[in-house]
């Protein structure tokens, strides 16, 4: 049995519709061509080509440069302010010179100090040559361990603001006076203190001090002996001894002369 003819004979079968592929982001959609005539070459599409998004450029802040450093343990920074700070130091007062405001706690006070100190400090500088830099520093860090001897005491700095900020600033500006003969007498304590080299040699030293300060003159004479056992070349306990070896004749004379007398 034969199937009945789906086209008629002679024409042409119909051509199947073109099949539209899913659109795809970045490439523009194929669109059906015309039926091209048999033997014809068909065109291709232009794609457009596909560009990764680019990401925005993040700023970026670089980091700060470095202070130019030279040889002498300053940066110019520093050196300038060592400049600026010297040329006017005879108009600064003390919380000038700490770089502190006059209602600065005792706290503040000592930051400040050990801050300038660690600048400042002439040990720091025993390499440079420039003596006129390193009398710089000298004169700067006096004045800075001058500032904190006064205003670390709390009877001192309420004084010192009361003068700065009078009309006799000029005149108050350093104190002078107090200072010189609190630290003349801070220098001779500690070089009574430190006398000697040998731990026992000052022992005895100190403890012959004290019994020529009482008038006990055999007992300062038989330690002073013992201190130059300790250090037999030391010129201050030979000058002692015998300070204290004529007292004690001096004072044996005077009994004796008070015993004829009776």
Known sequence: MSL???????????????????????????????????????????????????????????????????DLGLDIQQLADLESRCAKLDQLDYFEVLMLERTATPAD????????????????????????????????????????????????????????TGPERAQKLRFTEASEAETKAAAKKEQEEQIGTHPKGRQFFQQAQKDADAGN??????????????EPSNARYKERLAEVQKQSQDEARDKGGSFKIR
């Open 109 to 164: 006070i000592k930051r400040a100090f050990y801050r300038e100190s660690r600048t400042y400090h002439p040990d720091r500088f025993f390499h440079v040559d420039s003596k006129e830099l390193k009398e710089r520093i000298n004169e700067l860090y006096k004045r800075v361990t001058e500032a904190y001897y006064v205003l670390r005491d709390d009877t001192k700095r309420k004084k010192y603001v009361v003068d700065v």
């Open 217 to 230: 003159w055999s007992a300062a004479e038989r330690n002073l002996k013992m201190a130059l056992t300790y």
């Open 4 to 70: 009945p003819a789906l086209v008629p004979a002679g024409a042409t079968p119909p051509r199947p519709p073109p099949s539209v592929a899913p659109a795809v982001p970045g490439i523009a959609p194929l669109t059906p061509a015309p039926h091209a005539p048999s033997g014809a070459v068909p065109s291709i599409p232009s794609v457009a080509p596909i560009v990764p998004p680019v990401a925005a450029a993040t700023a970026v802040t670089p980091p700060p440069a470095p202070a130019a450093s030279t």
